[in-house]
């Protein structure tokens, strides 16, 4: 098995869900450096990168499943659209073209929720709701749509691939807080972060990994499966983050009527090279219920099995542990009140 992206969140998840079964999977990796977060794992070192066809298609030699975890998910980090299409939409090609010239049996592609379509407050949408939003307002996941269909060429072609879709993803082992930057900032911010009124979508990675390895043998080739555990209003969500922190759950709403002036904020910030701890897209999405059904991934691979607040708590034990909740005197002064 070769899985790329495994010295990232998920993917090191599935490199530790193999290992409990006795499986050393090939990882694919750039630097020596990154093979930090597998310490202590067992796994088969191949370098390589997703622009390089060589190097991936050395590792596939010899692999029956490919596991494609590899993207930019920090999409708010940087404005960056060229990555984002280099790595989630060409990497994707260059990995199923590598896989298809090497007689993979299956290749288990992440994509993600965001591909899904948003549907009126209340509804959940499942995989047959399409991306509904305008490529400008969302590039990251416009990019996650443009890899889907790079699959479905694929498997038009007679390559063997299962998409698979997770909502927010929580858990230990978030190196870059990609979704853990929720609890580090509730953490240090308590009852004064403000909340906007919409909902997200969650599970926890632990479960993110099982479904990929049960997608193995009971996915179904060209199929899309959501994986999500919990649709929470922001209010619930922070509400949850707090107490597993031990601090004031947040109080403050922040109006939907602001939500488009402070991302054009955002915007106008990030044009002078100022960096925000979000990206206006973001923003916009604070007022949306962006709730999914799981139902075909609990049906066709695995129910989930850790429920969110024992996510969180371990979560923030992983996060506390390892120094990531940096107070300054602002911080402290509100833990005071």
């Given amino acids: 098995m070769l899985i790329t992206g495994a010295t990232g969140f998920v993917g090191s998840h599935i490199v530790r869900a193999l290992n409990a079964e006795g499986a050393a999977p090939r990882v ?8 930090e977060a597998l310490e202590g794992l067992q796994f088969e070192a ?38 984002l299409w280099r ?26 929720a965001s591909t ?42 007679g390559l063997d691939v299962v998409i698979l879709n997770p909502a927010v993803i929580i858990g230990p082992g978030d190196l870059n807080a990609i979704s853990g930057s929720f609890i580090i900032e509730t953490a240090r911010y308590g009852w004064t972060v403000p909340i906007s009124s919409g909902g ?13 390895i049960h997608a193995i043998e009971r996915g179904r080739s060209g199929e899309r499966y959501i994986l999500t555990n919990a649709n929470l209003s922001y209010r619930e969500w922070f509400r949850l983050i707090a107490r597993a922190c031990g601090v004031r759950a947040p109080m ?4 939907d009527a602001l939500l488009e002036p402070i991302a054009r904020l955002i915007e106008a910030a990030r044009g002078l090279g100022i960096h925000t701890p979000m990206d206006a ?13 799981g139902g075909k991934a609990r049906r066709d691979l695995c129910a989930p099995e850790y429920d969110i607040e024992t996510s969180l708590r371990d979560t923030w034990g992983w996060y506390a542990e390892r120094g990531y909740i940096k107070h300054n005197w602002l911080t402290r002064l509100i833990g005071m009140l």
Wanted: some cysteine; glycine content about 6%.
């Fill in 116 to 157: 899904i379509g948003i549907l009126p407050e209340g509804q959940l949408a499942d995989e047959n709701a399409p991306f509904n939003m305008p490529p400008g307002r969302f590039y990251y996941a416009w990019t996650k749509v443009k890899a889907e269909e790079v699959v479905s060429e694929f498997v038009a072609d």
């Fill in 200 to 212: 997200l979508s969650v599970i926890d990675v632990r479960d993110v990994a099982r479904a990929h």
């Fill in 281 to 293: 897209n973001q923003t916009r999405l604070g007022s949306s219920f962006v709730y999914f059904d």
């Fill in 252 to 255: 403050f709403s922040t109006p």
């Fill in 28 to 35: 694919l990796y750039r630097s020596l450096a990154k093979l």
């Fill in 87 to 112: 790595i989630n939409v060409d990497g994707t090609r260059n990995v199923l073209s590598a896989a298809q010239t090497a007689g993979v049996r299956r290749v288990i592609f992440t994509s993600s």
């Fill in 46 to 83: 191949a370098r390589g990168d997703l622009d390089d066809m060589d190097s991936l298609e050395r590792a596939c030699e010899g692999c029956e499943i490919v596991f494609h975890v590899a993207a930019k998910a920090d999409y708010w980090k940087d404005d960056d659209k060229s990555a």
